[in-house]
């Protein structure tokens, strides 16, 4: 049974930093290109940052690129999101999803292309 579990969400001040985590089991999880997506209330589930199977190439949000970073540790079966300069609007349930398709460009990925979700977690940012 394949799954995704997400931790390191919390409420923290605007300015402030969290880590994300995704372990992932019951999965060959080096052989799968790994996102983080999320979604605030009202909105569509959005594409955050992504990242390929051997780590060799990472993809972001244009809106996110230098605040947040995608990492990967094949060997522990775990996906990282740092997230730095946290702002009231990165309020959201973040996801992470595990790819079996090739792209070229991760941004251009397709949502349903994602294989497997994890259940979520909660990132509140206050001002």
């Known amino acids: 049974q394949v799954q995704l579990v997400e931790s390191g969400g919390g409420l923290v001040q605007a300015g402030g930093s969290l880590r994300l985590s995704c372990a992932a089991s019951?999965?060959?999880?080096?052989?799968?290109?790994m996102g983080w997506f999320r979604q605030a209330p009202g909105k569509e589930r959005e594409f955050v940052a992504a990242i390929r199977r051997n780590g060799g190439s990472t993809y972001y949000a244009d809106s996110l690129k230098g605040r947040f970073t995608i990492s990967r540790d094949n060997a522990k079966n775990t996906l990282y999101l740092q997230m730095n300069s946290l702002k009231p609007e990165d309020t959201a349930v973040y996801y992470c999803?595990?790819?079996?398709?090739?792209?070229?460009?991760?941004?251009?990925?397709?949502?349903?292309?994602?294989?497997?979700w994890g259940q979520g977690t909660q990132v509140t940012v206050s001002s």
């Open positions: 999803a595990a790819s079996a398709y090739y792209y070229s460009d991760y941004r251009q990925a397709r949502q349903a292309t994602y294989d497997y």
């Open positions: 019951g999965v060959t999880f080096s052989s799968y290109a």
